[in-house]
């Protein structure tokens, strides 16, 4: 069972997990042994998942997310399987978290009468720095 938060779980049934041999350091070990972890969750179809969480997961543009809607996620950061098995759960977790809080909404702002004075100061100032460069042929 992984927790995400008091009120939502997802059950081990759903979570498919197959381990690889990982790249990188481990010596002769990383040869015989597979340590790294793919952990596969399928976001469009998941009972577990309430269907506003869900819409917003599939919302996001991440490279993790298949066409189909399953969640993919390798972890081969640590030299052993345990390691890495807990390290694709926590990054799992993390991600149906980020979907339980719906985004603030963006609210457009003007600009300040004097941010705008000081962004056209800002650019006189740079004309005149510009302009003590050039050489001038007075006739």
């Not at 950061?77 to 390691?83: A, H, I, K, L, P």
């Amino acid at each position: 069972m992984l927790a995400i938060d008091d009120t939502l779980s997802i059950p081990d049934d759903e979570l498919v997990e197959r381990f690889v041999r990982a790249t990188g350091p481990g010596g002769q070990n990383v040869n015989k042994v597979a340590t790294a972890v793919e952990l596969r969750f399928d976001v469009a179809n998941s009972p577990s998942l309430p269907d506003l969480v869900r819409e917003r997961l599939l919302a996001k543009r991440d490279r993790r997310l298949t066409l189909d809607g399953v969640f993919v996620i390798s972890a081969q950061r640590f030299r052993t399987q345990d390691r890495n098995r807990q390290d694709a759960r926590d990054r799992l977790a993390a991600f149906i978290a980020s979907g339980l809080r719906a985004p603030k909404p963006r609210v457009a702002t003007k600009p300040t009468r004097a941010s705008r004075q000081r962004r056209l100061d800002a650019k006189r100032g740079r004309s005149t720095i510009k302009q003590g460069r050039t050489q001038r042929e007075w006739d």
